[in-house]
């Protein structure tokens, strides 16, 4: 018994080691890919196209934070009657919550934090933008006022997210299931 529980033990947390390596290595492909194409493109935008975009990424960051803290919280339960009933999205979800720790992860941690730096460094670009438009007799205050902004929406808006998630758990975790299984649908009809 005690050699099993010690095998068991040994591959569960070689998988972990994997997942965090795994985890390490795509955070840092998907940031530095983001980074320099939103880098390059406010680059060569205009100012309200640049002030729509750190409000875009800001977006992703919560609309992920609110699907990550939803699947953290949701039950299992409800799902598999759906998926008796044969619900699209239902099978998906179900997949979702019993991977919740992995998905929460990619979700608030990958993607949440990903967009959190990516936002800081478009607030820098877009604060560039204006100081090379605007003669101001103290520069470090753009600077301050678009970090603070960036980092207000991205907090408030991820406070309100988290009350939503945790009230309509549920109904998050089968939209994105359906969302999911729509996705696959729609691969496995091309091929």
């Known amino acids: 018994m005690g050699k099993n529980s010690s095998e068991a033990s040994k591959r569960e947390r070689n998988k972990t080691i ?10 840092i492909l998907i940031s530095g890919t983001i980074s320099l194409v939103s880098d390059a493109v406010m ?13 875009a990424i800001i977006f992703v960051g919560i609309i992920f934070d609110i699907i990550g803290m939803a699947v953290a919280t949701a ?13 699209p999205g239902a099978q998906e979800a179900i997949k979702l919550l019993r991977n919740a ?13 990903i967009c959190g730096v990516v936002s800081g460094s478009a607030s820098a ?16 205050g753009i600077s301050l006022v678009m970090s603070a902004l960036a980092a207000g929406l991205t907090v408030g808006g991820k406070a309100i997210g988290k009350t939503f998630a945790v009230n309509s758990c549920t109904q998050i975790v089968h939209l994105v299931g359906k969302l999911i299984y729509t996705v696959k649908n729609l691969f496995q009809k091309r091929k």
């Open 43 to 55: 680059a060569s935008s205009s100012l309200a196209v640049a002030f729509l975009i750190l409000l």
């Open 101 to 113: 720790e992995r998905v929460s992860s990619i979700c608030n941690d990958v993607v949440g934090d």
């Open 18 to 27: 994997r997942w965090v390596v795994t985890v390490f290595f795509a955070t």
């Open 75 to 87: 039950n299992e339960k409800p799902f598999h009657s759906m998926a008796a009933r044969k619900v």
């Open 125 to 140: 670009t877009i604060a560039a933008l204006i100081l090379s438009n605007v003669e101001i007799g103290w520069p470090e």
